[in-house]
C-alpha cells in the first residue's frame, strides 16, 4: 500500500495551519494522489492511450530484424482484431504500424509514452508484453534484435525478465530465461506431457523448492487479477482472466506433481 501521499499531505497540513482538521484534509488529499484519483500519476486518462505508442513499438519490432514478414503482418492484423479498435482507431493502429518500420522512428520516445499510460502499474505493464509477444514470436524464432526491443521496455516498466520468459510461456512460446543476458528457446523434458510447462508459466525452474513455488504463485496470481485494471478495454481484461486461469492451472498441477498442500 503506498502511503507517501498520506504522510506528505499530513505533514503540510500541520505545517501550514497547525490544525488537526487540516491534517486529515492533508491525508484525504495524500491517499487520493497515491491511488492515483488526481496528480501527475492520473495524466494517461484516456483507456486507449497506449494504442498509437504500441503499434508503432510492434513495427519497429518487427523491422528490427531487416524485413516485415508475411507473418508480422498477420500477427499485426490478429492483434487489432483482438483489440475490437473501432475505424478510426484502426487507421491509427496501421498508421503507427507503418511509422514505426521506418529508420526514423523514435523507439525510445514510445517506450516512454507507454510508460506513462502504465502509471507505475505491473498489471498493465504485462498488458503490453502479453500484446507484443504476438509480434516478436510471429515467425516462430526468437530474434536477438526483436529481443532487444522489448527488453529495453521491460527495463523501462519495471517488470524482471524472468517475468517475461514467464509470459512468454503461458502464451505457449518456447520462451526460457537462464539468467544474466541469457535466453533460450526452450523446450520441454521429454516424455513431458504436451501443454505448457507449469513451472515455466510460474517463471521458475524444476528445482524451485516449496517456498519459492509458493512465493512465484502468490505474486503472479496478485499481479495479473482483472479486477485491479481499471478502465482497460474488455478485451484486455478477458486476456488478464485467461492469465490468471492458466497461473492457477499451473500451481494446481505442480501441487499435484509434488503433493504440496
Given amino acids: 500500500m503506498r502511503i507517501t501521499g498520506k504522510l506528505i499531505g499530513a505533514l503540510v497540513g500541520w505545517v501550514l495551519l497547525r490544525n488537526p482538521v487540516a491534517v486529515v484534509l492533508g491525508v484525504l488529499f495524500g491517499h487520493l494522489w497515491d491511488v492515483g484519483a488526481i496528480g501527475a500519476g492520473n495524466l494517461s486518462a484516456s483507456p486507449r492511450d497506449f494504442i498509437g505508442p504500441l503499434f508503432g513499438l510492434a513495427g519497429a519490432i518487427a523491422k528490427s530484424d ?4 508475411e507473418p508480422e503482418i498477420a500477427a499485426t492484423e490478429k492483434l487489432i482484431a483482438r483489440l475490437g479498435l473501432l475505424t478510426e482507431q484502426r487507421a491509427e493502429a496501421i498508421a503507427r504500424f507503418k511509422d514505426g518500420k521506418q529508420d526514423s522512428f523514435n523507439a525510445d520516445l514510445a517506450i516512454a509514452q507507454l510508460r506513462d499510460w502504465c502509471r507505475g502499474r505491473r498489471d498493465r505493464a504485462y498488458i503490453l508484453l502479453d500484446l507484443l509477444l504476438e509480434i516478436v514470436f510471429a515467425e516462430g524464432t526468437l530474434a536477438p534484435e526483436k529481443l532487444a526491443i522489448v527488453r529495453k521496455l ?4 519495471g517488470v524482471h525478465e524472468q517475468e517475461l520468459a514467464a509470459l512468454a510461456a503461458m502464451r505457449g512460446y518456447g520462451f526460457g530465461y537462464t539468467g544474466g543476458a541469457g535466453y533460450r528457446q526452450s523446450q520441454p523434458p521429454p516424455g513431458s506431457p504436451p501443454g505448457k510447462d507449469p513451472y515455466a508459466v510460474l517463471g521458475i525452474t524444476r528445482e524451485a523448492g516449496e517456498r519459492e513455488i509458493k512465493t512465484a504463485y502468490r505474486r503472479l496470481i496478485s499481479q495479473h487479477h482483472p479486477d485491479k485494471l481499471g478502465d482497460v ?3 484486455l481484461k478477458r486476456r488478464a482472466e485467461e492469465r490468471a486461469r492458466e497461473i492457477n492451472a499451473a500451481y494446481e498441477k505442480i501441487r499435484a ?4 498442500k
Wanted: glycine content about 14%; proline content about 7%.
Fill in 66 to 69: 531487416g524485413r516485415v514478414s
Fill in 154 to 157: 521491460c527495463a523501462t516498466l
Fill in 233 to 235: 478495454p474488455e478485451t
Fill in 257 to 260: 506433481e509434488r503433493g504440496i
